[in-house]
DNA sequence: CTTGAACCTAACCTTACGTCATACTGTAGG
DNA sequence: CCTACAGTATGACGTAAGGTTAGGTTCAAG
């Protein structure tokens, strides 16, 4: 003879609304254990257990169908769903730090003790927010060129960025490799459209900004240390197939 | 003469869908600077600039309405917002790393190597995420009524428990101000109505798991040192009272 | 003038419920 | 047994920020 709860008794022991009991029954993912004949709930301490399961996978950020998979198959691989769910809150973390550290920096904007707004306000944080110290990239820009790359920018994550990464490093090292052959030699050539293709990707065929980039390629001298790269023969050699490659897309 | 864009360039150009500026101007969030006689959205590039601003706010976590506002109200409270945005932001990091820590230590539990899930299993895991090192507590309450005390727990965040903490401290407070009078007298017997409703606020209103908090209240010689309050006479003073108003409670 | 790509609007879909609106059930008192 | 009245059930609509079709229209090249 166990004892039933009511929806509203059984709601408040769990700390849950009367609502969410509805609808959990109405996906299939907590049944009452017995209704009265007029179809209302009625709950069993037992079914608490299952609640309790429920709310905790929900509480670490599991989706409800998603828990109803795990709770309803008996093979369900807990762990890799663990570890999974793990990794996607470590990068939430991440880039939700990124984003306080920029709002830090919004905040540290002298102008802004004015407490209004304007364009130029605006936009004076919006690039203290996305480019810290980088003013010599921006200088080669045009204002809508600028804006374009900032706008483009923010669609991407910190992976995509470690990605570009490695993607220029590899195409570098394929140059490396290839500085034997002259610039305008037919595999060269094939590396400086690879590369093109990338620079267009980054400039989204805005050709302002395509510009730019060329810009800041040619003024390297100006790169801050960090960014510059040690071999500067390397440099000049990709500098200058690459600017064959243009001369021959451009006629 | 400007430069118009369709809606696939502009869209291409700033690295958002069509959908997305079609949405933008449906909430009038941004309108395209002109149309074609057949309807089609014209922007510019100037148009760039507005929305460069509209997704480096939504970066930082605003939502579109409130984004809308602080671009078209020119006397807006910046520095304001932003600071709000960045408290928010620092709170949703502070429950994402309680989260991230839980499902640490749910997966450093042994027996989840079998990659299989029962009830037994997933209970083990829910223990060592929710509460890792207070058995002392747990054997004081039943199974059921400890899972609807960690279920409920679920439900609060960080703040509510600092709430928690400064309320009993405050109580508390009061009991050692009253510790001069009896514990049966009427100002001492309203502090502990006033705990029995906290309590009862913790359980509620499920008397196994009052049976519980009543348990480990009485065998506090148990608690870690670093739950222990420095004064013992007051803690026996709080109990006694507490008895008092229970047997007074309970003819 | 035709064709195909691009574009338009409208409408439904998503999450995890909250919020009504309306109708029904359970129970205590008379 | 009847009546109040509290509790409950069901269904519909709303949320945020678009994604995803569906079906019709416009643009630009040939």
Redo the contacts between chains.
Sequence with gaps: MPTFYRVS?FA?????TVRTLQYYDRIDLLKPSATTEGNHRLYQ??D??R???I??L????FKLDHIKQ??DS???????A??L??TA??Q??ES??V??E???R??SVDD??S?????A???Q??RA??FPQQEWIRSAFT??AW??I???R??YTDADFQQFERDWRELTDKFAELQHLPADSEPVQALADTMHKYISLFS???SEAEEGVRQVWQNRQQMPSDYQMADEALLRFIQHAYEIYIKSEEP
Tied chains: 1, 2.
């Design positions: 008794d408040r022991l769990a700390g849950v301490r037992s608490l257990l609640l309790q399961q709310l905790t929900k509480w670490m950020g795990m709770l008996p093979t369900y691989d807990l762990k890799t663990l570890l769910q793990k809150i470590d939430q973390i939700l730090q984003a306080s920029a709002l830090e919004a905040l802004i003790d407490y209004s707004i304007d364009d306000h605006l936009n944080v919006i927010v996305m204002d809508e804006a374009g900032t706008t483009r923010l669609q989204a065929g805005d």
